[in-house]
């Protein structure tokens, strides 16, 4: 067994997704198109105003928050070859499952992926997905 430093690990992201879509990748057998939902992306403020300051209304409209507007959401693309295992793979819509979500992005049979499914290998030989026990916020993190 190669070890790997304290450090070294803590440079993965490993979080929960939420599968939300799920279809084959044309001309294989083995490949699923994964939508995954890491929950809400955090806004990023280019400009951050002096903790004594206000800013003006129109400081705040270039900032370009819209508050009542839906927040976006970290959806990615993950392609995982479970296909062979999950025929009725509809049936994983809605289910959590962890994902290392920081590998560089790879190409898939013309689709880039960007994270990677874990799981274990069952008894039978089947993948058994890494899940939490109770339900938990899309993109928590593994700590």
Known sequence: MEYVTYDEFKKLDIRI????????VEGTDKLLRCQIDFGI??????????ADSVLTEDELAKLD???????????RQIISGIREFYPNYEELIGKQVLYVVNLEPREI???TSHGMLMAVDGMNGQPVFLVPDEPVAPGSKVR
């Open 17 to 24: 997704g939420t599968i939300r879509e799920i279809e084959p």
């Open 109 to 111: 049979k013309g689709h």
């Open 41 to 50: 992306k955090k806004p990023v403020i280019d400009v951050v105003p002096e």
């Open 65 to 75: 928050i819209a508050a009542a507007s839906e927040p976006e959401r970290d959806m």
